[in-house]
């Protein structure tokens, strides 16, 4: 038995041995390699392969130069744009032209763009005074008129005017809307508020804008109604009408099996 194991692992050996010979010439022939670096190239920093020197880009193999327009400098990017404009250019049909910043404008951080000064907006190509009205305030933001109007006041046309909150109202101080809303238990009647009437077996929503029957009453008109359940049939969810019972079907006013 220990002679046939012995045979076995000799066996194994043998051929581990095979294919380590059948694999090294290849190894050594591969270490053995170089790779043809082209002019205006060098060897990557990690792997195998090269690449071009900043300038240059790979074309059918080789390095050629890169057409850099003036103004702008090589990125030596491996994608995306080869070239870039300089701080304070920008590119306008394939060249760099230089940014035109308009009186009371800045040169943006990106170098590419200009912005307004505080207090000036952008209006086609130039930079505008901001016109704050009386009861308004400026505000910074790339869009809008730039300012607006103070708690207690909206804007109509180019003026802040006093927002007139009605008896039992609020003001809203928002600067949409009509600027006040009407307290609970009254809702918007005539630009006034007015009290809401809540009938008998009902009650005030949860807003307090208008009234909600009680469970077991339904909404006809002005009024809350008992509801009336037919036979084999139950309240539904919101207590404001009936559904049938399981298997009954809804058949008009009534529920009949299937």
Known sequence: MNKILRHHSTFIQSMIILALLAVVPDLVFAQGQSVAIPEHARAMSYGSGWQCDRGYQVDNGICVAIS?????????NSYGGVWRCAHGYQEVDEGCVIVTVPPNAYLDASGDIWKCERGYRAVDKACIAVKVPKNGYFVESSYGKGW?????????????VAIVVPENAIPSYTSYGRGWECVRGYQEVDAA???????QNAYLNTYGDNWKCNRGYQAVDDACVS????????????????????????????????
């Open 227 to 258: 509801v009336k359940v037919p036979d084999n049939a139950h309240l539904n969810y919101s207590g404001n009408n009936w559904e049938c019972n399981r298997p009954y079907i809804r058949q008009k006013n009534r529920c009949d099996l299937p």
């Open 148 to 160: 607006e109007c103070d708690r207690g006041y909206q804007a109509e046309n180019e003026i802040c």
């Open 193 to 199: 508020c007015a009290a809401i009437k809540v009938p």
């Open 68 to 76: 850099v327009p003036e103004n702008a400098y090589a990125t030596n």
